[in-house]
């Protein structure tokens, strides 16, 4: 998820009990990562989870029958429309 070549321009300061910090400190060194990678890699997947669990969601055939027919219904605001669809996703970087 991060890249040695990228140049880390903030910091994110956190304080933790001596006993999480041990456990992330052994799951990073197991993993072959320094204990910053290891918890921004971590931090960063559960963070896209919980928005892609916003954002994405499941239907049983019939739902999906009514959502298909919505899709395919003649658009009353299509300004809307556009407006969601140029919006960036939460997940992606500002500055895209």
Same mark, same amino acid.
């Given at each position: 998820m991060?890249?040695?070549t990228l140049t880390r321009a903030t910091t994110i300061n956190l304080r933790a009990p001596s006993a999480q910090r041990a456990l992330i400190d *052994?799951?990073?060194h197991l993993a072959g990562k320094s204990r910053t990678e290891f918890m921004l890699e971590a931090?960063? =997947?559960k963070a896209q989870q919980m928005l892609l669990d916003r954002t994405v969601?499941?239907?049983d055939a019939a739902g999906f *029958?009514?959502?298909a027919e919505l899709l395919d219904a003649p658009l009353e605001n299509r =300004?809307?429309?556009t407006r969601l669809l140029n919006r960036? #996703? #939460?997940w992606e970087?500002?500055?895209k």
């Open positions: 991060t890249s040695p *052994q799951a990073a931090a960063c =997947e969601f499941a239907l *029958q009514r959502f =300004e809307a429309l960036r #996703a #939460a970087p500002a500055d």
